[in-house]
């Protein structure tokens, strides 16, 4: 039993996420599948750019194609200066016979330098946009997902992964969208004008091409197969740096002694990571090579063509010169494009964890509901009301029913796991039941909006965000705009919880900012976090306030104020329902309900005293922690028979 398992995080192989599934199909994709998902990937390029700009887009599209035109005409001039420079006749005579040709060659150079200068500068304009746009999307489509799909571990690397990488990716592929439009321009520009040259070199010079994009379909399958393969070694670095740097694991690790540890598992795990990424450069290398040696020989031929058609007489030495020039044109062109269209492809992945990222984001909110209420609830029921967590086979919740009114303090207590504080949840809306009703005034939470609930519920946490703001905002955010322009209200919260004493030790009062992520910033104890959000809470002012554990963080004083202020809550004119939510039950003594839940089940429900003299699990609970400051031994020995 001396020795550590391994791996040390995890498990070495980690359940694939259902997200990444699909991509396994992908890594298998063939020529086809790949030939229909880049017109796919460009078109939804060109959809958010329109969406970001209408205008910009348009011009990006004019411009493009005024820039094709251009390559085309300078083409064609050139055949006229090689035509007049290898026409019959003395050397002066054809120069001069020329010059025009080439002010024409020349005129079309310095038009295709603008028109590139300008599709750069309206990409500059247009891209950033893009990008700006997508992450507000998924931003957006995130904030109206459901609480509940947070618990879901899948769902929860999704977004991580898609909010990396998505906009980001999206932003590039707006780009390389562009420049193939442009490689795409200039090669049709190149074909065009060495078919008007001869016919036969038209296909000529895409041969070139055709190794090029087997090479760039089969690089990306070997991308995407090796993605699908460490998927699990990735997320378990993940996990593993995030222990390693961040913040809230650098106590118990420096503690603990485990630096060394940590760093080894970190390594092993990259060690892996690193040799299939080098397998993958090398095989993706090999793949190259063969393409471009392959593409090489097509080149070959290309000119081949060409010197059989001089030879046969099929073309004028004068129009060979123009074609030679065509089919180098092409030949750059027609690689740029493959470069492009394999980093279209290799983004269509991202794109399309984006896609699914938003599109589940939108399968996961609950969309637009019908119902109102018609004012602050005067009474929240519950009929057998169930809940289970994502991937969970038991239910957190099971079968409850309970009413709660208004002017009322309702304590929720049982062991750790029994369901308080999903319960609480379920009461604000913040989770849906599974089963069952949960019924504001009669109405049902799940036919309401979303924000016409939560505007009404103030919530204090056990862990409360740590909010990155000044401390002022730290407390306002509860309700903003609400109008306090002396500070009255402000300074009402802060007594009722203690954060004023919190606030006065501050170097710049309620200005400074709680981060030391911020120059200046400053950082607060656990106990001192806890006061500023029960502040919060109170600042809110709204008719449903739950408090989950929120003195687990402070000392017995702070403690008995805080409880006092939440109880006032529903006694300052009886408006409010109060939920408190603690394993601490000398808290709850003065409630006006007390629902004792276990395993998610509710098995005892009424006032301190009843629930004492019915001598079951609370009054066993209570007395028990009553015995460790009474010193009266073991709480069963009290347990009436």
């Known amino acids: 039993m001396g020795r550590v398992a391994e791996p040390l995080i995890g498990v070495e192989d980690m359940e694939t996420p259902r997200w990444a599934e699909g ?64 026409a019959q006749g003395p050397t002066p005579e054809r120069v001069v016979a020329a010059l025009p040709a080439i002010a024409t060659v020349v005129a079309a150079g310095a038009a295709r330098g603008l028109l590139d200068a300008a599709v750069a500068a309206v990409q500059g304009a247009l891209v950033p946009r893009v990008e700006q746009r997508a992450q507000d999307d998924l931003h957006a489509a995130v904030l109206r997902v459901d609480l509940a799909a947070f618990d879901d571990a899948d769902f929860t690397e999704l977004v991580e992964r898609a909010s990396s990488e998505g906009p ?96 080894g598992e970190h390594r092993r795990i990259s060690d892996l990571i690193t040799a ?44 060979a010169g123009a074609a030679a020039l065509a089919m180098r044109t092409a030949g750059q062109s027609v690689a740029n494009t493959i470069y492009e269209v394999n980093h279209l492809y290799e983004a269509s992945f991202y794109l399309d964890l984006y896609r699914s990222c938003v599109g589940e984001a939108g399968r996961r909110s609950r969309g637009s509901a019908g119902g109102r209420l018609s004012g602050d609830p005067a009474e929240i029921s519950l009929t057998d009301v169930s809940f289970r967590y994502p991937g969970q086979e038991q239910p957190a919740v ?113 200005a400074t900012v709680l981060s030391r992520q911020f120059q200046g910033g400053r950082d607060l104890s656990g106990g001192q976090w806890q006061r500023l959000s029960v502040a919060r809470g109170l600042y809110r002012d709204a008719p449903v306030v739950i408090a989950d554990e929120p003195t687990a963080a402070l000392d017995a004083r702070a403690e008995h104020a805080v409880f006092a202020a939440l109880r006032g809550l529903a006694g300052s004119g009886g408006d409010r ?29 009424g006032t301190h005293e009843q629930l004492m003299a019915r001598g079951g699990t609370y009054q066993e609970l209570f007395t028990l922690q009553a015995s460790a400051y009474t010193g009266e031994g073991d709480a069963r020995d009290t347990v009436p028979a």
């Open 23 to 86: 991509y396994a199909a992908t890594a298998n994709a063939g020529l086809r599948a790949v030939a229909a998902k880049v017109p796919g990937t460009v078109a939804l390029a060109v959809r958010w750019a329109w969406r970001a700009s209408p205008p910009l887009t348009l011009l990006a599209g004019v411009v493009q194609l005024a820039a094709g035109a251009v390559t085309a005409f300078g083409l064609l001039a050139t055949a006229d200066v090689f035509t007049q420079l290898l």
């Open 398 to 510: 099971d079968g409850v029913s309970c009413t709660l009114r208004r002017g009322e303090v309702i304590a929720l207590v049982g062991e750790n796991g029994s369901g308080k504080s999903t319960l609480a949840k379920l009461v604000t809306g913040l989770y849906l039941a599974d089963a069952g009703t949960v019924a504001w005034n009669g109405v049902d939470v799940a036919t309401v909006e979303q924000r016409e609930l939560h505007e009404r519920v103030a919530v204090v946490f056990q862990d409360p965000l740590r909010w990155p703001m000044h401390a002022e905002n730290n407390v306002r955010i509860g309700r903003l705009g609400h109008p306090d322009p002396d500070g009255a209200r402000l300074a009402e919260a802060a007594a009722r919880s203690g954060a004023d004493a919190v606030v006065s030790e501050l170097p710049a009062g309620w």
């Open 168 to 263: 980001s990716r999206i932003r590039s592929c707006a780009q390389d969208t562009g420049d193939l439009i442009a490689s795409l321009v200039s090669v049709s520009a190149a074909v065009v004008s060495a078919g008007v040259l001869h016919p036969a070199l038209a296909p000529v010079v895409l041969l070139a091409a055709l190794p090029r994009g087997w090479a760039t379909v089969r690089s990306a399958r070997l991308m995407f197969a090796s993605f699908v393969r460490m998927t699990s070694a990735r997320r378990r670095s993940s996990v593993t740096g995030r222990l390693i740097t961040h913040r809230d694991s650098a106590a118990e690790v420096r503690a603990f002694t485990t630096q060394a540890a940590l760093l």
């Open 276 to 319: 299939d990424a080098v397998r993958l450069e090398r095989d993706r290398a090999i793949v190259q090579l063969i393409g471009r040696t392959v593409s090489g020989v097509g080149t070959g031929l290309a000119y081949g063509v060409l010197a059989l058609l001089l030879y046969a007489g099929g073309m004028p030495l004068a129009l």
């Open 577 to 605: 329902i109060t939920v408190l939510v603690t394993h601490r039950l000398a808290n709850v003594r003065h409630a006006d309900q007390i629902l004792v839940l276990e395993q998610g089940r509710l098995i005892e429900h």
